[in-house]
């Protein structure tokens, strides 16, 4: 039987990194992945750029039943760590907007590092072995594809239930039932939202049109595009806003939210302008967003004719757009899963089960998960190093 200190389930980013790190301290760390390759998630991330971390990432960008949990893990390793091991590897990058850092070439070059990284530590990894079953509570026994292995420690990295299509599976979730730990409930989180067939049937003539908004879900809102689907919303601050949204709660929209659109309408009217409702809307909104929101609300007179009080109605339609979603596009391309092993169970500092001494979890398996920019893999890092140093 084949016998390492350490036993990683899960060839991912924080898998990857945990077994090179625990491997540099001199154990022997076996990787098994139940997918061809590891990283697949990687590979894909960020347009193929991977979005590998973000400059600005604290604990005010995760969520999670315990909103202090995250923050030990994440204060001893923060991006700036993640960024000079990146440097050091000679892998060039850029911002690309809000701190977000990409990789100028492809996010090949950070599955590359990663695997020199365990190369370095000595670490084996082993893809295509699915674990059956664990058992023990140290020295753990694991029953795999390939034959009876033994540890000292088993590390869970094995993910959350999004894009399945990349080898996502429970797996992790049932190890941790299997072993009495608690989950909290799992949802799909970054992911588009679906509206109304009703509703969609007057605004799937926007599809495709992408406007700068503010989106509020639940306690929660954010700055960034809005993106008009065939199906319902998607773009950047639906999917933020996603994590917070709860099945049959409203979500806000505002489509003016540096209100210039209400300043412009009430400067024309003080002005005496003879520009139409229409064309200015079409100005800042686009003559598509304009048509479909004021349709033939709108009087064919200069917006000088109007009352400063008509003028804010007009205004507030652009502000307070309410929509209830009936459901999200789910795990199938939710960037991550929202919910999972409860931090309860996990010490902060190691990441260790408090149940099980020598059980580990990390990375989107457990309850913790980032907003949209490169958190996530901030907390892949993070968790990661936590563990390696205690496993």
Request: aromatic fraction near 8%; hydrophobic fraction near 40%; include cysteine.
């Amino acid at each position: 039987m084949s016998r390492y200190d350490v036993i990683i389930i899960g060839g991912g980013a924080a898998g990857l990194f945990c077994a090179a790190l625990a491997g540099q301290r001199g154990r022997k760390v076996l990787v098994l992945e139940h997918t061809s390759k590891v990283g697949r998630k990687i590979l894909m991330s960020g347009g193929g750029r991977c979005n590998f971390t973000n400059m600005y990432s604290g604990p005010e960008h995760f969520l999670g039943a315990n909103p202090h949990f995250h923050k030990s893990a994440l204060s001893r390793y923060t991006p700036w760590d993640f960024i000079a091991l990146v440097e050091s590897h000679g892998i060039a990058y850029h911002e690309k907007k809000l701190g977000q850092l990409f990789c100028d070439g492809k996010a090949r070059a950070i599955v590359d590092l990663l695997l020199a990284e365990c190369a370095a530590g000595g670490v084996t990894v082993a893809t295509g072995t699915s674990v059956d079953a664990v058992s023990g509570d140290g020295p753990f026994r694991l029953q795999t594809s390939t034959g009876a292995m033994e540890a000292d420690a088993v590390v869970v990295a094995t993910g959350g239930l999004s894009i399945p299509r990349m080898g996502a599976t429970a797996f992790g979730h049932r190890l941790a039932q299997e072993y009495g730990l608690a989950l909290q409930p799992t949802r799909p989180a970054l992911v588009p939202l679906v509206l109304d067939k009703g509703v969609m049937g007057e605004l799937r003539e926007l599809a495709g049109t992408s406007l700068d908004a503010v989106v509020a879900a639940g306690d929660a809102a954010f700055r960034e595009n809005v993106l008009i689907t065939h199906r319902g919303l998607s773009g950047p601050a639906v999917l933020q806003a996603s994590s917070y949204w709860q099945d049959g709660a409203p979500v806000a929209i505002d489509l003016d939210p540096d209100q210039r659109v209400r300043e412009a309408l009430h400067r024309a009217r003080v002005d005496g302008s003879r520009t139409r409702a229409h064309t200015l809307l079409g100005e800042h909104l686009t003559r598509r967003v304009a048509q479909y929101w004021f349709g033939d609300d709108l009087p064919d007179i200069p917006l000088a004719g109007y009352s400063s009080t008509a003028l804010e109605a007009l205004a507030q339609r652009l502000s307070a757009w309410t929509v209830v979603p009936v459901g999200t596009e789910g795990y199938a391309v939710a960037e991550v899963t929202l919910g999972g092993v409860d931090t309860d169970e996990l010490s902060s500092k190691t990441m260790a089960s408090r149940r099980v001494p020598g059980l580990y979890f990390i990375g989107e398996v457990v309850d913790v998960t980032g907003h949209l920019g490169g958190h996530n893999f901030q907390w892949a890092w993070a968790s990661a190093h936590a563990a390696a140093q205690y496993v």
